[in-house]
């Protein structure tokens, strides 16, 4: 996988596989190899070279990679899905529908928990402002506390 993400990164670059290679003073056919997945595990020398070369940090490398995985990883899951539902005789209609509903569903429970914390949030201030006043605090002595928290 860090193969793609080098490549990725390479074609944004504007980068040939000899410049880049150039670049970064490492084998050609070797950095091919790494882009195509024939070698999966460069050495983190490599990786330092190819980064530098890339002008990007080499945690950018690996977190990219990590979220391309995770991409791949749910795509793989989400054909399977697909590939069930044909087989099974779902038509494309059925499938769009389908398909609506799990987004409309995803929305709902986004809204629901964002809801919930906002209700959270709510309840926390109230018991606060409640504490503050049992204290004997005015309105303006929370929010010159508040100020002097943010500003610090």
């Known amino acids: 996988m860090i193969g793609k993400v080098i490549r990725?990164?390479?074609?944004?670059?504007?980068?040939?596989?000899?410049?880049?290679?150039?670049?970064?003073?490492v084998s050609k056919s070797y950095?091919?190899?790494?882009?195509?997945?024939?070698?999966r595990n460069p050495s983190v020398e490599f990786l330092k070279k190819?980064?530098?070369?890339?002008?990007?940090?080499?945690?950018?490398?690996?977190d990219t990679e990590v979220i391309l995985y995770r991409?791949?990883?749910h795509d793989e899951e989400w054909r399977t899905?697909?590939?069930?539902?044909?087989?099974a005789g779902m038509n494309q209609e059925e499938l769009f529908q389908f398909?609506?509903?799990?987004?409309?569903?995803?929305?709902?429970?986004t809204f629901y928990r964002s809801r919930q914390i906002t209700q959270a949030n709510i309840d926390d201030w109230r018991a606060l402002m409640t504490e503050a006043k049992e204290l004997g605090l005015t309105i303006q002595e929370v929010k010159a506390?508040?100020?002097r928290a943010r500003n610090s």
């Open 31 to 39: 950095l091919s190899k790494i882009e195509r997945g024939v070698h």
């Open 50 to 62: 190819i980064s530098h070369a890339l002008k990007v940090e080499l945690k950018e490398l690996f």
């Open 145 to 147: 506390f508040l100020m």
């Open 99 to 109: 398909t609506h509903r799990l987004r409309q569903q995803k929305k709902e429970r």
């Open 8 to 25: 990725m990164y390479r074609k944004r670059k504007g980068y040939s596989i000899n410049q880049l290679a150039d670049i970064a003073g």
């Open 81 to 87: 899905h697909l590939v069930e539902a044909v087989q």
């Open 71 to 73: 991409r791949a990883e």
